[in-house]
């Protein structure tokens, strides 16, 4: 059975910073793509970075670009989330998902992803 299991999330004052982590199990942890999408309430879910664990690929999304990193421990087979100078607007459920397949410039499709993890709360006060 594969799990996603996301963590770290929390509340923080805008600027500081928060790392989230994606322990997975029962999961082939390798030639796979993981990623992290986020979810504001009435909102669609949208793709915030992807990482290949089989090279290190990575894409970010405009939003995020030069203040979020993703990263991976391969044998821990878990993907993080370093995000720092949070802002208020990035407040919003965070979740984990994992795909197998090719890299794609459409990796925020969220049905590109079987896999999800139950999400963690990050929220940002000004």
């Known amino acids: 059975q594969v799990q996603l299991v996301e963590s770290g999330g929390g509340s923080v004052q805008a600027g500081g910073s928060l790392r989230l982590s994606c322990a997975t199990s029962g999961y082939t942890y390798s030639s796979d793509w993981m990623a992290w999408f986020r979810q504001v309430p009435g909102k669609e879910r949208v793709g915030v970075a992807t990482?290949?664990?089989?090279?290190?690929?990575?894409y970010y999304a405009d939003s995020v670009k030069g203040r979020f990193t993703i990263s991976q421990d391969n044998a821990k087979n878990t993907v993080y989330l370093q995000m720092n100078s949070l802002s208020p607007e990035d407040t919003a459920m965070y979740y984990c998902?994992?795909?197998?397949?090719?890299?794609?410039?459409?990796?925020?499709?969220?049905?590109?992803?079987?896999?999800w993890g139950q999400g963690t709360q990050v929220t940002v006060s000004s």
């Open positions: 990482i290949s664990t089989g090279g290190d690929s990575t």
């Open positions: 998902a994992a795909r197998k397949g090719a890299s794609t410039p459409v990796w925020y499709w969220r049905p590109l992803y079987p896999y």
